[in-house]
């Protein structure tokens, strides 16, 4: 049989199926535009550069990760007087809230991802990716240590990286904590390799399980998919694979339809407990509606190749349950190369890399570290309360008026984030308000503080410190921070535009980062979702289902990611999840 043009299948596939020719074209015509106009913006607003004979020396920054920050800050440095090096095994971006739906076919595992290479190619910046692992950091001389993993080079797989800035953004792996077989027999939800193999897993039990030569309790045992885990990602893939099961599975393996079991194990009180309770209690109402059983308070304590282990948290009780698939989501663990520097730096009893507000490694002024392999060492009003009092006290009169200290308040608050949040909460209407709480006279508006009174007064502000979660909101945020100061530094460096520096004379060079929690979501199956927004805002129900579809369209990397992501919603409107292995 010869091989068809594009146009004669094409044609063939019109003819053949006249009630989706709308449909077709329509999808199409929009994401050929999108594409199309993407590409003609990009062209235009990115021209060559070249790079003279006479030109000063460039910085070199070398980037570790192609994940949600190192893929933000490349999107947005715009200087071009830096030699940027992509460090990272992975030579593709993956949109990782949409792994669950990877995992049943709801998307393709190409639909989300971008590779790197085309992310960078047009911009106006030097920029060049190697495909390799760093699996050492040396401060000391300023470089980097890389390995190429994918074949044998002859001894050259290893080589050495200089630079001048290091920006840290490798990400994290599982967190197994060091429970038995639990790295042997689990899956994980990291990777889009891990989806894939999910994918494959699933489709390989219910293959499995309609062989006419097993009894009914082997079938069971094939079919029990276990989910270890009841956060964000362990929700919304228990709630797309009960979708897979009920919507596509079970009319293609009626025989085992009721042998299949899913069961969510969580080790805290509630499933969603990061949430408001109006989305936790929805979402443990709909789980026992949809018959998935959602185990409470039950910590796994070891993992079999035939059962899993776990301890009820209230009366130490073992249970062993038999099962054909564990999916492990239960956290983020450190990566060894993180592990390492952090021992070489002094922060070896952390969990992850600490940096202060500017995102820089604690000690190391020329090396960043963003996303989930770091976290913000916020700095304590109390630490410093000596110092802004002295700062604000221009008259050194030793007592603080509300006029001198209006004319700080700004820079301690933007210092200081801690504050602003205390007075929310509080619900106070300005820093006056605290000052005559701690004066204990609120009538009175001429008010003068002493030292320890004005300790007093912000004695609790710093309760009101929370580090920031894991996720790729924080994480894309603090990239695009990071590429922001880098576009800037020479302009600050001169006109420095970051608060004051209470210890020391002048202001400090950048503003500090500040997290914008912009809302998040938790799809909990049947075209469900809970979206709780900022100013305790909570939908749930088949509207914000809409409205996360609308979210994460818009929040793709490409105009290429959008349109395959939403020519797949509408293929699994119309078509349903494939169930074929490949």
């Known amino acids: 049989m010869r091989n068809l043009s594009f146009f004669e299948r094409a044609s063939r596939a019109f003819r053949d199926h006249p009630s989706l020719c709308k449909v077709i074209v329509v999808a199409t015509l929009s ?13 235009a607003a990115a021209p060559s550069v070249v790079q003279s004979e006479g030109e000063i020396k460039k910085k070199k920054v070398v980037v570790l990760g192609t994940g949600w920050a190192a893929t933000s800050f490349l999107k947005n440095l715009k200087n071009s007087s830096y030699d940027v090096h992509v460090i990272s095994p ?12 990877v995992t049943t076919g709801t998307v393709e595992a190409r639909s989300i991802v971008e590779p790197v290479r085309n992310i960078v190619r047009k911009k106006n910046v030097d920029v060049s990716y190697w495909e390799a692992e760093c699996f050492k950091i040396d401060a000391q001389n300023k470089r980097v240590y890389c390995r190429y993993n994918q074949s044998d080079l002859d001894g050259k797989e290893e080589f050495p990286v200089d630079y001048d800035y290091l920006v840290i953004a490798t990400g994290a792996r599982a967190n197994t904590f060091n429970i038995p077989g639990v790295e042997e027999n689990c899956h994980f939800l990291k990777e889009v390799e891990d989806a894939q193999k999910i994918r494959r897993g699933v489709i390989d039990s219910f293959e499995r399980a309609s062989l006419p030569t097993l009894s009914d309790d082997e079938r069971k045992k094939i079919l029990h998919f276990v989910v270890v885990g009841g956060g964000p990602t362990g929700v919304e893939f228990a709630a797309e694979l009960h979708d897979f099961v009920t919507e596509d599975l079970v009319k293609l393996y009626p025989m085992v339809k009721e042998s299949v079991k899913i069961t969510l194990l969580e080790a805290a009180d509630h499933i969603l407990n990061m949430f408001d309770k109006r989305i936790t209690d929805f979402a443990e109402e709909k789980f026992k509606r949809d018959g998935i059983d959602v185990k409470l308070g039950a910590m796994v304590v070891k993992v079999s190749d035939k059962d899993i282990s776990t301890k009820v948290k209230g009366n130490g009780e073992v249970s062993n349950i038999p099962y054909g698939m564990i999916v492990w989501s239960t956290g983020i663990g450190t990566r060894p190369v ?3 520097f952090m021992k070489q730096i002094g922060q070896g009893n952390r969990r992850v890399l600490a940096t202060d507000e500017w995102l820089r490694v604690l000690g190391r002024d020329n090396i960043y570290a963003l996303g989930d392999c770091a976290t913000i060492n916020q700095r304590k009003v109390m630490e410093d309360i000596a110092a802004i009092f002295s700062k604000a006290d221009k008259d050194n009169s030793g007592t603080l008026t509300v006029k001198e200290f209006q004319e700080v308040i700004d820079d301690i608050c933007e210092r200081y984030p801690q504050v602003a949040l205390y007075l929310e909460n509080k619900k106070m209407r300005n820093i006056v308000d ?3 709480k701690a004066k204990a006279d609120v009538a009175k508006e001429s008010i003068e503080l002493n030292i320890e009174e004005f300790k007093k007064a912000l004695s609790e502000v710093d309760s009101q410190m929370k580090n920031l979660p894991p996720t790729a909101q924080v994480a894309a945020q603090q990239g695009s921070y990071l590429a922001d100061c880098f576009n800037r530094m020479e302009v600050c460096d001169e ?3 970051g608060p004051l520096r209470f210890r020391e004379s002048g202001r400090h060079r950048f503003k500090p980062f500040r997290y914008r929690h912009l809302g998040q979501f938790a799809p909990l199956g049947g ?23 609308s979210a994460y369209a818009s929040k793709l990397v490409s105009w290429r990611t959008r349109t395959l992501v939403v020519s797949d919603w509408i293929r699994r409107f119309i078509f349903g999840r494939d169930s074929s292995r490949i």
């Open 495 to 497: 006109n420095p535009e």
């Open 31 to 43: 994401g050929g535009g999108l594409v199309a106009y993407a590409d003609a913006k990009t062209s």
């Open 434 to 436: 605290l000052l005559k």
């Open 90 to 101: 992975r030579n593709y971006f993956a949109f990782t809230p949409l792994l669950p739906n």
């Open 338 to 340: 993180i592990m390492d």
């Open 527 to 549: 075209e469900q979702t809970a979206a709780q927004l900022p100013y305790d805002w909570v939908i749930i129900g088949h509207s914000s289902q809409w409205l996360w579809y």
